[in-house]
């Protein structure tokens, strides 16, 4: 067992490694990196925080969603043509203060 | 790939000891655990102290004279993190470039995949310490982004921009929650293989969830509920409609399952998901996605390797062990590389039948360091980083070696950590501190030697006092090696020549003169040699010896100074008169004169154009005007002057080049090196920078180490400069005061140097340069205690032994001596079973001049929380040997031993504990109880000071004990009452202590003498506090650098720490005018050098753990404030102009600091 398994190694690029001398002494160590440009600051809509809403508030705003999906699901499900007879079922107007 | 998300956490196959943690240096291990029975209030009754005690004690406290202050420190790194504990691979530079990318706890370092192996691109400090690395490729994008996210939960996101050759930030945020229970096993973050949200598990019980919109960008975190408590792993499963968690998790009867959650974005919630699979291997520990076509997970376990998928379960069993990291081989998922505790690496297949999983196989691959992350590079090439030992490039050879293994180990990449303790010695009796590590653990353990700038090693060496120049010169001008070496005293001139028998031996050079001093001597064309002095320039013929022509100064002119090269002589005469010759074949002609205002001190004429023989400018240094001028060649026209301000005049000056840049380098009479880029075309000098190297007068040479030139500065405080990555370094070479410096390259000393110091000519080699040396001795064990013994010249350490080759897994505890040159084990005392070395001591008693080592041991008992019993044992090195000369039982673990007025001072479990020295009737010796202190929770870590002991505990912070003679007790005088938990304490003065924290952070207390009540004279006042994210196991008194009493620097006390993730530092206490100076430049570096991912500098160093999270105070970051020497000049005037003193009085001041370390 083994040399069927313990071979053709993957290759991205056949050259690299190709020329590896083994503890080069030119072997630079890394510049260190200091940014002083501007970009180090994200864009203003990616800094990003937690929803501020806890688990239990979201979920009784979610349940409280739940409960009236049901009547607004009921004209959505109607044909659209319907609904543009119908453009303001007085059920679904109620039940969405905000529109 | 990685595993590593947690660099503390360490599980072993058996019970968990307290004793067992290989990274912490008193062994403790689950903290919390052992801590929560001890929550009982510790109130305790505050002696009122007599103002009369209090004066005795002050007059005991011998050394730190006076009143000296150390509440000022500055941190700084002398080592960086060598610990690896995270890597990935990607395009992250390009498109089409393939990266290593590697975390090494508080940096991450870039390299690049080429022909010549890897190369390092950006070594990249990040303000946190990295608890996730991942790279991944948004929707979109050409290139990989880097995610990273920190201890202290923020996070994030990394592009690489290559046109800029920047880092940039494309997206960070702050994760934490305000309320929750970090979780145990460390913190999660995993990328969707879809790119649709990043997940993350920080606190128990909670899954964070970022989500990605569709163009990659990234929106508001939220929280999901996660039932299980006990997470182990969680991946994300490739290949599902929606983005899928795979949960590996314990429940409360200690049974592991794995269980999948769908993520549903739209309700913020989970959904039960496809399957589940229970009861699994009691170890299983880690997980790994598979990606398309067989999608799934493997779950590997310490007994066997599952393979499960909504279809599909096998099962494998597998040799007992413990996989710390894996790294997936082939794209499709099919072949992994798993690393073990114990540095096996092997190769996990899943076999497989079109698209579907058949079973699994295992196949033993070879050895490696132990893994805490494997990355499959390219062509068979593997990246191998390690916690407990050295990383490695490896190589995966397609047929096995003579011992069966695939593995080749290519390049070893020296790693510190865990530093679990360390000496301070001077093994070269230069006067100059050598730092011994114990490093690495269980196989990998081993003893470093870090030893700060470059060593010169002495081939050859004769008295001869008197020396004022020295010179190499060739018999023929195309040989290979030098011949002579011309030795100049004040009255003569001695010539000395390697004889056939490779010895130095004086001869004659017939041309030369010798009744007189020598000022200047070079090889020039034509086998001919120069020889100047005062009255006259002789051309010699290298080959006859004989004269050839002579230049003859004017009467009543007498040389000053002269130079030359292979081709051109300048020199000065009395009056200000420069002169130019050149050198023909049997002739000197004079070229060119010109009278200057005002007498020369130094001259150069080193060619530093294209033409290796022939310069074209000329640098000059003035007396009175203190200038330096430079001069166009062969006209001897002026083209610049540069004032250098101050009464010192230049004492020599230095046309060189460093990695292609021309550079003039002018040194002072009082130690000061000035240098300046210089224009060779217009001779224009900029960027003028100054340095302090020393106090004398400096003398500047060239010479060449591995194909490189490099510049000597010979002086009190001798320093080779040199270049790395276009900047200039100062490294200080380990001896005391040269004089004079030649390159003196012979058959016999090839690459060699001709040095003169305090009455003496050496010829010796010069080491790699580079600031720090590090030598690495393995031991194949693993070193937890360490100490030296000047007398007998050894180390004495406590070390422990891992056996896992039989069916049970087994330590064995020693103490070993070890010869302080060779470092070979010379004798070896065997610990009971059971018996931990705990802590090391070499000292000696009062009444008995001989040198003790004393260790302190703990019975670890399998059913014990807490050891009940211990030992100290007091040996003597006889002939090499340690003989057990006492012993002594203790009720516990003995975690600390001190010399203290010439007893013994024990920390024993919960008390402090005196012993001494006694002779029986007999002649023999033995430890008798004198007295003790309770009130401790352990008491981990104790430093003395005359009279005073400052104890550090588990968890009760830091107090003060004074020992009183006339009654014979220890009393408490005063603690503090923060609940930290330590890791190591220090004293740095009668009234500052100094400790480090569990959570990473440094503090220091200060003694309140004068306080008006008892009770706020028993109160620890907490007067500086700085997160160090590092966590330290020991503070030892000492230096890296030569410290020389009338430097500048020599007056700084330092301490240095050594810590898990291999940084040794440096914390020093500077007077309070130059802390100020330097505050107000780190309050202005922050400004311009950024945090990269966008994190703040001031919230990484502020105080934090889990009660309290203050800004830092009283300690200075020099690693930030050091970085002012690698800025720009624009950014450096920016800064400078801001706190209204000059760039070059900035770069000085912080040159100097940089000489702390």
Known sequence: MGSWIVGDWPSFDPHNFSQLRPNDPSKKTPITYHPTHERTLPPPDQVISSEAKNILLRQFYQRGDEKLRPKRAAPENLAPEQESKHPRASVASSSEPHK | MSTGRNGRSISVLTVLFVLKNPIRGDGILNLKACGDEYQAPWCRHLQAVSYRNRRTEKERVLGFGGRKMSTYNYVVTAHKPTNVTHSCVGNFTGPQELNLIIAKCTRIEIHLLTPQGLQPMLDVPI????????????????????????????????????????????AMGDVSDRIGRPTDNGQIGIIDPDCRLIGLHLYDGLFKVIPFDNKGQLKEAFNIRLEELQVLDIKFLYGCPKPTIVVLYQDNKDARHVKTYEVSLKDKDFVEGPWAQNNLDNGADLLIP???????????????????????????????????????????????????????????????????????????????????????????????????????????????????????????????????????????????????????????????????????????????????????????????????????????????????????????????????QTLFCHDAV???????????????????????????????????????????????????????????????????????????????????????????????????????????????????????????????????????????????????????????????????????????????????????????????????????????????????????????????????????????????????????????????????????????????????????????????????????????????????????????????????????????????????????????????????????????????????????????????????????????????????SECGHHGHILALYVQTHGDFIVVGDLMKSISLLIYKHEEGAIEERARDYNANWMSAVEILDDDIYLGAENNFNLFTVRKNSEGATDEERGRLEVVGEYHLGEFVNRFRNGSLVMRLPDSDVGQIPTIIFGTVNGVIGVIASLPQDQYIFMEKLQTNLRKVIKGVGGLSHEQWRSFYNEKKNAESRNFLDGDLIESFLDLGRSRMEEISKSMNVSVEEVMKRVEELTRLH
């Open chain 2, 290 to 516: 598979v990606p398309p076509p067989f999608c799934g997970v493997l779950i590997i376990g310490e007994e066997t390797i599952v393979y499960c998928s909504a279809s599909a379960f096998k099962a494998i069993p597998i040799r007992p062990s413990i996989t710390r990291a894996y790294g997936r081989v082939d794209a499709d998922g099919s072949r992994y590389l798993l690393g073990d505790l114990s540095g096996l690496l092997h190769l996990l297949v899943i076999v497989h039948e079109k698209e579907k999983v058949t079973g699994l196989k295992i196949e033993l691959l070879g050895e490696t360091s132990i893994a805490s992350t494997i990355s499959y590079l390219d062509n068979a090439f593997v990246y191998i980083g390690s916690s407990f030992g050295d990383s490695q490039l490896i190589k995966l050879n397609l047929q096995p070696d003579a011992k069966g293994s695939y593995v080749e180990v290519l390049e070893r990449y020296v790693n510190l950590g865990p530093i679990v303790d360390f000496c301070v010695v001077d093994l070269e009796r230069q006067g100059q501190g050598q730092v011994v590590t114990c490093s690495g653990a269980y196989k990998d353990g081993s003893l470093c030697i870090v030893r700060n700038g470059i060593g010169i090693n002495e081939q050859a060496s004769v008295e001869l006092q008197g020396i004022k120049g020295m010179w190499s010169l060739k018999s023929a001008t195309d040989d290979l090696y030098d011949t002579f070496l011309v030795v100049s005293f004040i009255s003569e001139t001695r010539i000395l020549a390697m004889n056939l028998e490779d010895e130095l031996e004086e001869t004659e050079i017939e041309g030369f003169c010798s009744q007189v």
């Open chain 2, 127 to 170: 303000y946190g310490r990295i608890a996730t690395l991942e790279l991944f490729r948004s929707h979109g994008e050409t290139q990989d982004l880097l995610f990273i996210a920190t201890e202290r939960y923020k996070f994030c996101v990394l592009q690489w921009d290559a046109d800029a050759h920047e880092v940039i930030t494309r």
């Open chain 2, 526 to 928: 034509h086998n001919q040699l120069v020889q100047v002095t005062s009255s006259s320039v002789r051309l010699v013929s290298s080959v006859s010896r004989e004269l050839r022509n002579e230049w003859h100064a004017p009467a009543g002119y007498s040389i000053n100074v002269a130079t030359a090269n292979t081709t051109q002589v300048l020199l000065a005469t009395r009056g200000g008169n420069l002169v130019y010759l050149e050198i023909g074949d049997g002739i000197l002609v004079e070229k060119k004169h010109a009278e200057l205002k005002y007498d020369i001190s130094c001259l150069d004429i080193n060619p530093i154009g294209e033409n290796l023989t022939y310069s074209n400018l000329a640098a000059v240094g003035m007396w009175t005007d203190i200038s330096v001028k430079i001069f166009s060649l062969p006209d001897l026209k002026p083209m610049t002057e540069e004032h250098l301000g101050g009464e010192i005049i230049p004492r020599s000056v230095l046309l060189c080049s460093f990695e292609g840049i021309p550079y003039l380098l002018c040194a002072l009479g009082d130690g000061h090196l000035l240098n300046f880029l210089l224009n060779t075309t217009t001779g224009e000098l900029t960027d003028r920078k100054k340095v302090s190297l020393g106090t004398q007068p400096i003398t500047l040479r060239t010479f060449s180490s591995k194909n490189t030139t490099h510049v000597f500065a010979a002086s009190d405080r001798p320093t080779v400069i040199y270049s790395s990555n276009k900047k200039l370094l100062y490294s200080n070479v380990n001896l005391k005061e040269v004089s004079h410096m030649c390159p003196f390259n012979s058959a016999a000393f090839p690459d060699s140097l001709a040095i003169a110091k305090e009455g003496e000519l050496t010829i010796g080699t010069i080491d790699d340069i580079q600031k720090l040396h590090i030598r690495s001795i393995p031991l194949g064990e693993h070193a937890r205690r360490i100490c030296h013994q000047e007398k007998s010249r050894t180390f004495a350490i406590c070390s422990l032994k891992y056996n896992q080759s039989s069916t049970e897994d087994s330590e064995m505890h020693f103490i070993r001596l070890l010869d302080d040159q060779t470092f070979d084990f010379i004798s070896t005392y065997a610990l009971d079973q059971f018996e931990y070395g705990c802590s090391i001591l070499n000292c000696s008693f009062s009444d008995d001049s001989n040198a003790y080592y004393c260790v302190g041991t703990a019975y670890v008992m399998p059913e014990e929380n807490e050891p009940t019993k211990g030992r100290i044992l007091v040996f003597i090195v006889e002939d090499g040997k340690l003989q057990l000369v006492a012993e002594k039982e203790t009720k516990g673990a003995v975690y600390s031993l001190n010399a203290f007025n010439g007893k013994l001072l024990a920390a024993i479990n919960q008390k402090i504990q005196l012993y001494k020295w006694m002779l029986r009737d007999d002649g023999t010796r033995e430890l008798q």
